[in-house]
């Protein structure tokens, strides 16, 4: 019989192993199929206990009640799991002696603040998953020695303000998700120095403006979530330093006024969601840079669910929505609101035969 690479136990701070350098990170599907693994080969763990995933690449940690929380994880930790607990706080020596992690995961706790030293002992921190907590604020200098940290999750907290000095260090970051908050105004130079960020979630907060300077720092933003904000008005230039963007999500706002150059310079958009906001008309000019006849838009748009009024003044829409059609989602709830004798009528059918 072969030697198994991975091998379930329960664990105790008094194990202490090496392991053999991590090839790449272990995600949380090859976590799940590792317990599959471990289940098909009748290991039953202590309920009182963390289940620890052993292998070549290192040890991954898994803590859910009724386990109890060791005062020393692994030593070679790569992957580790500690949720469910309705912890309020975390020892600032919590990770002290696992150099090694990469992944840590704390959703679904009751973490009111955060020890500026918690990350420092896991200099090699990839992902940190604080999904679902109680976070108001994050104490500066948290991240003074992340500068590996790709993933940064804080959705579904409670945060009503930020600050640029908090997300000093992560140079590296590449996924910021900050969606379900409750976040009302976002500071200048929020995202000077994140240089490196392809993905921003600021979907479903309190948003009623943007500063003009919001994106100023990414260098190649692909994927912007703003949906379900209270935003009134996208100004001309806010996406002007992001000629790369692919998807932008501006849906389920309250947005009656797209500046004509909004769109100006995003010659990469292959998703666009304008759906479910106050749109009445749409200045001539905004939808140049989109779709045809220029490129396709690989995945489509939606700008249902607005009070479209179907008049001379959405000539220039007409004319973009004929040429793009097939790209066009929701095409039953993109409907005229106005003038009287088009109410109801499907947009795309004014527009074919205007």
Not at 72 to 98: H, I, S
Not at 130 to 155: D, I
Not at 225 to 249: I, K, M, S, T, W
């Amino acid at each position: 019989m072969e030697k198994r690479e991975a091998v379930m136990s329960s664990w105790s701070p008094e194990r202490n192993q090496s392991r053999g350098r991590l090839s790449s990170h272990l995600s949380g599907t090859l976590f799940l199929l590792l317990l599959c693994v471990a289940s098909a080969q009748d290991v039953t763990p202590k309920h009182d206990t963390c289940l620890v995933f052993e292998s070549s690449n290192g040890s991954s940690v898994s803590c859910h009640p009724p386990a109890k929380l060791p005062h020393r994880f692994p030593a070679d930790t790569v992957y580790l799991v500690v949720e469910f607990f309705n912890l309020t706080q975390l020892r600032p020596d919590t990770l002290q002696g696992a150099s090694r992690l990469q992944e840590l995961h704390l959703s679904t706790n009751q973490l009111q603040s955060l020890s500026p030293k918690l990350l420092l002992p896991a200099p090699l921190l990839r992902v940190l998953d604080l999904t679902r907590n109680a976070l108001t604020r994050l104490p500066p200098g948290l991240f003074q020695a992340s500068a590996a940290l790709h993933t940064l999750v804080l959705k579904e907290n409670r945060l009503e303000i930020l600050e640029p000095s908090w997300l000093q260090g992560l140079k590296a970051l590449a996924h910021l998700d900050l969606s379900g908050n409750r976040l009302q105004t976002l500071p200048p130079g929020l995202l000077a120095n994140v240089t490196s960020l392809r993905f921003l979630d600021l979907s479903d907060n309190q948003l009623k403006t943007l500063p003009p300077d919001l994106l100023r720092g990414p260098l190649q933003l692909e994927r912007l979530h703003l949906e379900g904000n209270r935003l009134q008005v996208l100004r001309e230039g806010l996406l002007a330093p992001q000629p790369d963007l692919r998807y932008l999500f501006l849906n389920d706002n309250r947005l009656a006024t797209v500046a004509a150059g909004a769109f100006r310079g995003l010659q990469q958009l292959d998703m666009l969601d304008l759906s479910n906001n106050l749109l009445t008309s749409v200045p001539q000019g905004l939808w140049t840079s989109l779709g045809q006849p220029t490129r396709d838009m690989k995945d489509g748009f939606d700008i249902s669910g607005n009070p479209w009024i179907c008049d001379q003044n959405l000539d220039d829409l007409y004319g973009w929505l004929v040429a793009n059609r097939d790209k066009m989602f929701s095409r039953n709830a993109t409907r005229c609101a106005g003038p009287e004798a088009s109410k109801g009528q499907l947009l795309l059918e004014a527009a074919e035969s205007h």
